[in-house]
């Protein structure tokens, strides 16, 4: 069965008998992942990095995005470059290395020299090219088609007509103001990241992400060790909304029983962390009121940015971006995002909070590894049992954390984008 | 301290991956000390890297690695249920350093995992400190350096390394 007769097929949703489903299909089929590519990864913006991984002029870091090879630099002025990592010469990644500060990118294939902005210096033999070559468009490392950022996070777009990134983000940028509003001089990307691989479809991280549902019995061990903590923890049970944010965007903004850094205390933390914690809650209701402090201290927020950016202010706060390489295994990366002038004792327990849950090496993270995994293998059994359900919490006005709506949300773009569906 | 032999090491190293491959993990946890620590940095990260600023895979107190030796031994750790077959290689043994009461010791690891059909290799460094205990050791730090490239082919570190 090709592609085109599957048109309409992913997804069968009936509001009336509250039925949503997605066919299995979509997961397992390598036609599916090419037209993903095609029409999301190719049009989409999607997440590059953060200005504080580049913090002087002439930092850089190579990163794969939407399957292409990046390089991104601050020049010597301090404006950033996000260029496509291949020699205009004869194709050659120019640069090699993960991260590092230079003055200029040589390519070692014939030795062309590229500034940080990646326009041509130098190359060897130039006696033997017109007079006008250096200048010639062509002779230069290419830009991405576009590239823009909000708050400190750079996205970049290979569609050149898409619509700004701000207009794309829509009401996410509200959620990441509360984010980045935790902290006075701007958050950072923690030193260290977290390179994993799940051996399943990546659309099955997407639901993962905000999937309130799963905790209770995914995360039983996780939730027994919070327990044993010494004095346990806050007095506070799990209690919150799912929001559609549109273009496929969603969010879980909801109450929990851990400790939060920015801020709320927990027992463990013992009386250092406590004046700790009150002095930055105290900070943030001068800054911005009781309600918004409140807001930014004591709730969580799974949000999710379609296709594939994960920033999740929960124990602590992580920034993941995940791609597909086959039908059934994706490349996943994680950074720990932390405020600025944050202290000693609050980056040594945000980071301690951060391995509990999240990462491959986490009390949580892993057994989601292995539900994706499981996942994938059950659909070996497509041509059988072919749909998924994601239809939980269909039909209420307020939404709860733990119902599906932020999945529907996210299939219906996907939909609308790789078939053409409205919905 | 002069007389403890690059052998009396290994013993205990290869004894430690023996209790590790057998799943008798809470018998492992007893040969660490009340204050040990042990760590998987990043792997972008340099070797001395600390966890209080930098974010790595796994880094430990006492109480956390107890609590991660209980929660592998539940059938509600999924990642680990049934429990994957390993096998711990541990080679290239050396003392580099004898402080008044402790082994600095270095070691190299390869460790395969199998479970449900895959197979997922782990390899890299340890470093111990190492305390003498009557005629054997505890240990105060394990630090395990992955020479992988971050976890992009075995997609989580639920083992003990």
Redesign the interface.
């Known amino acids: 069965m090709g592609v085109a007769t599957k048109l309409n097929a992913a997804l069968d949703v009936d509001e009336s008998r509250r039925v949503f489903r997605v066919s299995r299909q979509t997961f397992v089929d390598p036609a599916i992942l090419e037209r993903e590519r095609r029409e999301i990864l190719d049009k989409c913006w999607l997440y590059l990095g953060h200005d504080s991984e580049l913090p002087l002029p002439g930092d850089f870091l190579t990163r794969q995005v939407g399957g292409r090879s990046l390089l991104f630099a601050r020049g010597g002025d301090g404006a950033l470059s996000a260029l496509l990592n291949t020699c205009p010469h004869r194709g050659a990644q120019v640069c090699r290395e993960k991260h590092g500060n230079a003055k200029a990118f040589q390519c070692f294939y014939h030795g062309w020299v590229f500034g940080l902005d990646g326009k041509l210096r130098s190359f060897p033999g130039k006696e033997s090219y017109p007079d006008d070559f250096k200048d010639r468009p062509g002779s230069s490392m290419c830009a991405v088609p576009r590239h823009e950022s909000y708050r400190g996070l750079h996205f970049v777009c290979f569609d050149a007509d898409a619509e700004s990134l701000a207009d794309y983000l829509g009401a996410v940028k509200e959620y990441l103001d509360v984010i980045c509003d935790q902290s006075t001089e701007g958050m950072r990307i923690v030193s260290g990241s977290q390179e994993y691989s799940i051996r399943a479809n990546w659309k099955l991280l997407t639901e993962n992400s905000v999937d309130g549902y799963h905790a209770v019995t995914t995360h039983a061990t996780y939730l027994d060790y919070l327990k044993n903590t010494s004095g346990g923890l806050a007095q506070v049970g799990f209690n919150g909304q799912a929001r559609d944010l549109g273009h496929g965007h969603a969010v879980l903004e909801y109450r929990a029983p851990w400790g939060r850094p920015v801020a709320q205390w927990i027992p463990a933390w013992g009386e250092a962390g406590k004046m700790e914690v009150e002095r930055l809650r105290a900070s943030l209701v001068a800054r911005y009121g009781e309600q918004r402090a409140t807001r930014i201290a004591d709730y969580n927020r799974n949000l999710f940015i379609f296709p594939n950016l994960v920033v999740n202010d929960i124990m602590a706060v992580t920034v993941r971006t995940y791609y597909p390489v086959e039908p059934d295994f994706m490349a996943i990366s994680a950074w720990a995002l932390a405020p600025a002038e944050e202290s000693a004792w609050a980056r040594k327990y945000r980071l301690f909070n951060f391995l509990e849950f999240l990462g491959p090496g986490g009390f949580a993270t892993p057994d989601d590894v292995e539900a994706l995994e499981q996942c994938q293998k059950g659909f070996r059994n497509t041509a059988e049992a072919k749909w998924n359900d994601i239809s939980k919490g269909m039909g209420k006005e307020i939404p709860s954390y733990d119902d599906e709506l932020q999945m529907r949300a996210f299939w219906t773009e996907w939909n609308r984008r790789v078939f053409g569906v409205k919905a | 301290m002069d007389k403890i032999s690059r052998v009396d090491v290994e013993d205990f190293l290869f004894m430690e991956a023996e209790l590790l491959d057998d799943w008798r993990l809470p018998e492992w946890l007893e040969l660490f000390t009340e204050d040990a620590t042990y760590s998987?940095?990043?792997?972008?990260?340099p070797a001395d890297?600390s966890?209080?600023?930098?974010?790595?895979?796994?880094?430990d107190d006492r109480?956390?690695l107890s609590?991660?030796v209980?929660?592998l031994m539940?059938r509600?750790?999924?990642?680990e249920f049934p429990h994957s077959r390993t096998r711990h290689f541990i080679t290239n043994v050396r003392i580099f350093e004898r402080r008044e009461d402790e082994l600095l010791v270095s070691s190299a690891f390869l460790v395969y995992r199998v479970k449900?059909g895959?197979t997922d290799t782990f390899f890299g460094g340890h470093r111990y400190r190492l305390a003498p205990h009557g005629d054997s050791f505890r240990i105060r730090e394990k630090r395990c350096l992955l020479d992988t490239?971050?976890?992009?082919?075995?997609?989580?570190?639920?083992i003990i390394l």
């Open positions: 998987i940095p990043a792997t972008d990260l890297a966890p209080d600023t930098s974010l790595f895979y796994v880094a109480f956390r609590e991660r209980k929660r539940k509600t750790a999924h990642v449900d895959a490239d971050g976890l992009r082919s075995q997609g989580r570190v639920s």
